[in-house]
């Protein structure tokens, strides 16, 4: 026992003296003498010649490679056993040689299976020079091929431990260690095993722990040897290894018992200062790197960079020091000229990333290696350099707020320095951009600076985020998003203090139409938030300054139809790029302005809104394209309120009346919703409340009802206001009240279907039953839609109530009269006609029913915004409350229930009080949210009923979770579209749900 302590504090006092540390490091030699880390060390490709040996000798030579390259070499088996010289020699090709040779082969082969395998009498598998008793040449191949099979049976019945290195004579003295063997038949009726040698695992001594030493330590020892291993997965493991153990175990690093509190501070910084070196001799010769799109994935250097910042956490304050001087060390080397050597800049800037994340530590050598990161040619190296100042923003603008500037400076530069639009540094340079113009601080360096240097100038900064609010990635447009609201803050402040009101028409107008864009054609929620808090800082900021004249100036009239045409474009008709609006940078190819012809280009870039553009309901769901149009719909409203009173009905009342008298559902639903918006911003403006929210990227919260009824009247005596009303009112009257039957020019392509499979139905009477064609119906040659107004006026159209009265009487009444024996052939072709006009009238008043109540709850809730509520409220009770009820789109369910919130408080609290609608309102909507037995149970009524036996909440969530798998269905279903055939129409948008 003491002979064996003495041994273990021997070992230990050497495992010390072993540590590495600062002073012995010299990075120049490391570089000079040190192996590259590649992907591997290339042995296996390699075949080394020997010209000193004969033919024969570099045949087996190559053969053994060849099996190890394959994974065929057994570590305990003769290469000679599993492939011979006849598998490598060249056989005749011609004539009976051929065949001789193969049968030779054959023969060779069988004879060499038999040879390894061979049964004694212990039933112990032995390897012999021949098989006892057996003569081979005189068996013929069945029989051969018998006494292998049952060689293969004997040896995996027995199982026994073989020792395949030990001769067959060999003296008991030298005996070795008895292998494990697995056997394996292979597949195939080649009747060939394989049998493998284990070595046997000495796991405890990998795993072995020193009395009184850290128990891990020798098991960093092994994983600090393997990050040198040639193959970059043994590197990674290694590394990823350390970052965990020292993550959760990193205290008790190079701490033994028996030493005082000093002596294991000492000797913990040592330990961990030998296990930094040796991560940081990786980043200087690791040169493996792999790329996914554009970017750079450095697996090996991002996980010792991560096991670094995990060893980091528990060093000194000269341990750290040491390190980040290697780091710049690295940083340094790598850009000497002539000597370039990117990835070990891009090791040196990932540690010192994670550095910088646990020390939060940033000063003027840091700084600078950051801002040299930024102007590098390298775009992996542009990205790894803002993401290392990233987690030291707040540092930089507290302790060295002098070098801000120098920074912000750095960063614009290389945004406009970037020339690819898929470029790596993107998204980490926008990000920064956006984190540092978060604090006061860094906005009023800009805005002091933009006074002496034009180049930080609003109308200079702000083009150059153009070309990313479209970008790929969707934290790039976030930032984009984020720094733009930024810069059109500081602008204002620079307005408000220098008392200059005057800015770049041409910036705001590009400005307000990129954010327009953005809420067209975003498919992220919080970006399309944010964008929509954009637009309203941009339009109330701009009148603040410059007063409401400035918008006619800023958004001509043309500018102003173009934006209501793109809003109001029928979901599933692919949008007209000619009136968007692209800058044309480098990272962009210029879009053709409004009414000029297309540009051709050679740039070519990704464009994420392909899909969006050309409406493809397959890529893009219906219900994300609305919502994406009620956001533009709230945006013109809002410009609606702060447009000049004077040109007001001028510019949007003709535009906003066609589009209410519509056959274009959207039109007359988004109509609504336009004037919904208008309202409700006027009543902000009255009120004083502001329009622009929070940098939250949620809508505005809505006003108190209580404020909207006060301020109702008020906006209702506008001359726009009361000729919208109008007009509303009697649309509403007129198709809920009336009767009236509006045919949405969006089904025509349904209607189209119903006129076809009626065609059909109706020619089969005259074909089939050879019924005369003046006893039949005469079906229209054009359908509602689609035919001329002169046609429509006087009624000769296909209409779904004349496909209606086929299948509910024509048809009845044909069949009702054929005679009894008819042939069943014709009446099963009848049938199957019937059923298919019956399918698709169905759909297509399914589809009319939607459409009606999606518009008319609209249109609707714009009355009730403007306060001029009609007589007979009946119509638009009944429009609310039936959205309230079968909307399938929260989103719209969300406002029509606000809408019957406001129509309540107006009849309880209005000029003209009627407390029936009122009570009446209440009541339905009390007994529609109790109506789902499932979400409000009565418990009475199901005790009364007898259903007392099992738990109701697990069946109200399984009936919850059947609920959520049907909606999922259909949504999928929808997305998908359901509308074959004709022209691209808003009909696509829509499917049986």
Not at 757 to 777: G, I, N, Y
Not at 921 to 940: G, I, R
Request: glycine fraction near 8%; charged fraction near 25%.
């Amino acid at each position: 026992d003491g002979a064996s302590e003495e041994n273990s504090e021997e070992q230990d006092d050497n495992d010390e003296e072993e540590l590495l540390d600062f002073a012995q490091l010299n990075v120049d030699s490391i570089l000079c003498h040190g192996r590259l880390l590649l992907g591997s060390a290339g042995k296996e490709y390699e075949i080394e010649e020997d010209d000193s040996v004969d033919a024969g000798e570099r045949l087996a030579k190559h053969r053994r490679q060849l099996k190890q390259q394959l994974g065929l070499g057994g570590q305990f088996l003769d290469d000679e056993m599993l492939v011979n010289e006849a598998d490598l020699i060249t056989i005749p090709t011609r004539g009976s040689g051929m065949a001789a040779g193969r049968r030779l082969k054959r023969k060779e082969a069988d004879a060499e299976d038999i040879k390894l395998l061979a049964i004694g009498d212990d039933g112990v598998a032995q390897a012999e020079s021949d098989p006892p008793g057996i003569d081979m040449s005189k068996l013929s191949a069945r029989e051969r091929n018998r006494l292998k099979r049952k060689a293969k049976r004997s040896v995996k019945s027995v199982k026994a431990k073989i020792d395949l290195n030990q001769p067959s004579k060999q003296p008991a003295a030298e005996k070795t260690t008895p292998m494990e063997v697995e056997v394996t038949e292979q597949p195939g009726d080649s009747g060939k095993i394989m049998v493998e040698a284990k070595h046997p695992e000495d796991k405890a001594a990998l795993f072995a722990i020193s009395s009184g030493r850290w128990p891990f330590d020798r098991f960093v020892k092994v994983l600090c040897m393997d990050l040198f291993d040639p193959q970059w997965q043994v590197r990674q493991g290694a590394g990823m290894a350390l970052r965990e153990i020292f993550k959760a175990q990193g205290r008790g690093a190079g701490r033994s018992a028996g030493l005082d509190r000093e002596g294991n501070r000492r000797g913990a910084q040592q330990y961990l200062v030998d296990i930094c070196i040796r991560l940081l001799c990786v980043f200087a010769l690791d040169r493996f790197g792999d790329f996914v799109s554009d970017q750079v994935v450095a697996p090996v250097r991002e996980t010792c960079a991560q096991a670094l910042g995990a060893v980091v956490r528990y060093l000194d304050t000269p341990g750290v020091e040491g390190v980040r001087s290697v780091l710049m060390q690295l940083i340094q080397r790598g850009s000497q000229p002539g000597l370039e050597v990117w990835e070990m800049r891009h090791a040196g800037f990932l540690g010192l990333k994670y550095l910088a994340a646990v020390t939060r530590n940033v000063d003027g050598p840091v700084i600078d290696a950051v801002l040299g990161g930024l102007g590098d040619a390298d775009d992996d190296i542009r990205g790894v350099s803002a993401e290392t100042l990233l987690p030291l923003v707040d540092g930089l603008i507290e302790d060295l707020e002098a070098r801000i500037m120098d920074v912000v400076e750095a960063l614009w530069k290389a945004l406009s320095d970037i020339g690819d639009d898929l470029a790596a540094s993107t998204s980490s340079i926008m990000d920064l951009l956006a984190a540092l113009f978060q604090h006061d601080k860094v906005r009023q360096k800009v805005l002091v600076t933009s006074r002496n240097r034009p180049e930080f100038g609003f109308s200079v900064l702000l083009p150059k985020l153009f070309p990313f609010f479209r970008h790929t990635l969707t934290g790039v447009r976030r930032a984009a998003v984020e720094t733009t609201r930024t810069l059109v803050e500081i602008q204002h402040e620079s307005a408000a203090c220098s008392g200059n009101g005057s800015s770049d028409d041409q910036v705001n107008t590009a400005c307000i139409r990129m954010t327009f864009q953005n809420m067209l054609v975003e498919t992220n929620d919080h970006v399309l938030g944010q964008s929509l808090e954009l637009w309203r800082l941009l339009i109330s900021t701009i009148c603040e300054v410059e007063g409401e004249q400035c918008l006619p100036r800023i958004l001509p009239r043309e500018l102003v139809a173009s934006m209501f045409c793109l809003t109001f474009t029928p979901i599933g008709v692919p949008l007209d790029t000619k009136l968007m609006f692209r800058p044309s940078l480098s990272l962009s190819p210029p879009l053709p302005s409004l009414g000029s012809s297309p540009v051709t280009t050679s740039c070519v870039r990704h464009n994420v809104d392909e899909p969006m553009l050309r409406q493809e309901l397959s890529l893009v769901p219906p219900s994300l394209i609305m919502r994406c149009r009620i956001a533009l719909s709230q945006a013109l409203g809002e410009l609606m309120s702060l447009w000049q009173r004077a040109s007001l009905a001028e510019v949007f009342g003709g535009i906003l009346a066609g589009y209410i008298e519509s056959s274009v559902s959207l039109h007359r639903q988004l109509s609504g919703t336009v004037i919904e918006e208008w309202v409700v911003a006027e009543k902000r403006r009255l009120c004083g409340r502001p329009l622009v929210g929070d940098r939250s990227g949620g809508p505005v919260a809505p006003l108190p009802l209580d404020i909207e009824s006060i301020s109702v009247d008020v906006v209702a005596k506008g001359p726009l206001a009361a000729t919208l009303a109008d007009r509303l009112l009697r649309v509403v009257a007129s198709t809920v009240g009336g009767g009236q039957r509006v045919y949405y020019s969006d089904l025509v392509s349904l209607l189209r279907q119903v006129h076809a499979d009626a065609q059909r139905l109706v020619q089969a009477f005259t074909d089939e039953l050879k019924m005369p064609p003046a006893s039949t119906v005469t079906i229209p040659p054009h359908c509602m839609g689609d035919a001329a107004q002169s046609a429509q006026a006087s009624g000769d159209v296909f209409t779904p109530e004349l496909a209606d009265h086929i299948k509910d009487a024509v048809y009845p009444s044909v069949v009702g009269s054929l005679p009894s024996r008819s042939s069943k052939t014709i009446l099963n072709s009848l049938e199957e006609k019937f059923r298919r006009l019956s399918s698709s009238l169905a759909h297509y008043q399914l589809q009319d029913q939607r459409l009606s109540m999606e518009v008319n709850a609209s249109l609707a809730g714009a009355i009730v915004a403007l306060g001029r509520l009609p007589q007979k409220l009946a119509p638009v009770i009944k429009s609310l409350t039936s959205a309230i009820k079968d909307q399938n789109d929260p989103l719209l369910q969300r406002r029509s229930a606000r809408s019957v919130a406001q129509l309540t408080l107006h009849c309880l609290t209005g000029p003209n009080r009627r407390a029936g609608p009122a009570d009446k309102l209440v009541k339905n909507l009390s007994v529609f949210l109790c109506s789902n037995q499932w979400d409000t149970p009565d418990f009475a009524k199901l005790s009364a009923q007898g259903s007392n036996e099992g738990i109701l909440m697990l069946e109200l969530n399984q009936h919850r979770q059947e609920r959520d798998e049907m909606k999922a269905f259909i949504a999928k279903t929808a997305s998908t579209g359901s509308v074959s055939g004709g022209e691209a129409t808003g009909t696509k948008a829509f499917s049986t749900a």
